[in-house]
């Protein structure tokens, strides 16, 4: 615990220096017209300054309980002192966390780590999708039948996760192209796609308990360095892989009185189909219900409607504690959650992961 604590406060003093002598264009930016291409962008792109892979799903161990799970890799450049041969400067840090949301704790079940790139304990590969920290790592493998394979491991105390993801769709572009653009400052942007549909299968262990599942899951890959507007307090975000077999992506940018001020989101039908790439005034997010963390303090909306063009649909999560306190590695505190989703009628049209940043404090990166 005491190492875990001196290293989130030199990894926090790392990043402090950082956004206090780094000018931003040191970093690459990121703009319309980059041509995203596979599997060449899975891997990591370490002169942006921040990069993610996120892994959110559903699983069904072999009673059929449910069972949500995130798995997320986070690499970011602090650009401290790059100049120095040293291999002791932290050109890249890198941070992971972990949860599984299991209705039987009635809560999440969590772990998260740090470190500095380097020395063979952690590292992000620019030339495929291979990160890791320590025994933690998520990599892309071949299927089968060719395609691409994600395996996770996963080994926490008391939590360990050995899942292989078989892509069964192609990789859905966000934005134009895969530009997606934050705010109407065009500045403001990532490249980000997602890999929607997963068949997902392996072994989650939980305390003393094992357990075989399979499920579905998503993947979504983002890196920028400039990604949220000076007015943004946080946002919400769900991706949903949709029951006739699309997959929907909404997201909305607070500011700090709690109004949206930009949205975005994409909608792919089908796999062949294309894709219909929303504008902000399609996308409209309506609070139903909120829940008070017993731990923070801090107050989510955990129930949605979320209107998307013409569709409106409702969103209610697994279980209401899926707050994620990852102040020992990101310094953030958030809610990200399995949520089932409903259209108008209360016909359930597919599950996917909600995430609420931005209640308790300004996010920052």
């Known amino acids: 615990m005491v190492r875990d604590v001196l290293c989130a406060m030199v990894l926090s003093l790392a990043l402090a220096v950082s956004a206090a002598g780094h000018a931003a264009d040191d970093y690459p930016a990121v703009v319309p017209g980059y041509r995203i291409e ?36 986070f690499r970011t450049r602090p650009g401290v002192a790059e100049s120095n041969p ?14 599984v949301s299991d209705p039987r704790a009635g809560k999440l079940v969590r772990d998260e780590r740090s470190a500095r790139a380097g020395f063979g304990l952690a590292e992000a590969s620019a030339a495929t999708l291979d990160v890791a920290i320590d025994d933690w790592s998520l990599r892309r493998s071949s299927a ?55 068949r997902a299968g392996g072994e989650v262990s939980i305390g003393k308990h094992r357990y075989k599942v399979r499920g579905t899951a998503w993947l979504d890959h983002e890196w920028s360095s400039a990604m949220l507007d000076a007015r943004a307090q ?34 792919r039908p089908a796999p062949a189909d294309a894709a219909t790439v929303f504008t902000p005034s399609d996308i409209e997010w309506t609070e139903l219900r909120r829940w008070r963390s017993p731990r923070t303090g801090v107050e989510y909306p955990v129930e949605w409607k979320v209107r998307v063009a013409d569709r409106t649909l409702l969103l209610r999560p697994l279980i209401d504690d899926q707050e994620n306190d990852a102040r020992a ?8 959650g399995a949520v089932r989703a409903y259209d108008e009628s209360g016909n359930a ?16 990166f």
């Open 38 to 73: 596979f599997p060449r962008d899975e891997g990591s792109h370490p002169d942006f300054r921040t990069e993610w892979w996120y892994v959110t799903g559903w699983l069904e161990d072999e009673s059929g309980a449910p069972l949500g799970f995130q798995v997320t890799f």
């Open 86 to 99: 040293s291999r002791f400067v932290p050109r890249q840090l890198l941070f992971a966390h972990v949860a």
């Open 144 to 198: 089968r039948d060719g395609g691409a394979q994600y395996d996770v491991a996963i080994k926490a105390d008391g939590l360990a996760l050995q899942l292989t993801l078989v892509a069964t769709q192609p990789p859905l572009l966000q934005g134009k192209q895969g530009f997606s653009q934050k705010s109407i400052d065009v500045q403001a942007a990532s490249y980000y796609y997602s890999v929607p549909h997963l």
């Open 234 to 267: 946080g946002w919400d975000w769900v991706g949903l892989n949709l029951d006739a077999g699309g997959a929907l992506m909404a997201s909305r940018f607070r500011d700090v009185q709690g109004k949206s001020f930009w949205a975005i989101g994409t909608q």
């Open 329 to 336: 590695s990101t310094g953030t505190i958030y809610w990200e």
């Open 349 to 364: 049209v597919g599950r996917g992961y909600l995430e609420l940043t931005g209640y308790g404090a300004r996010l920052q």
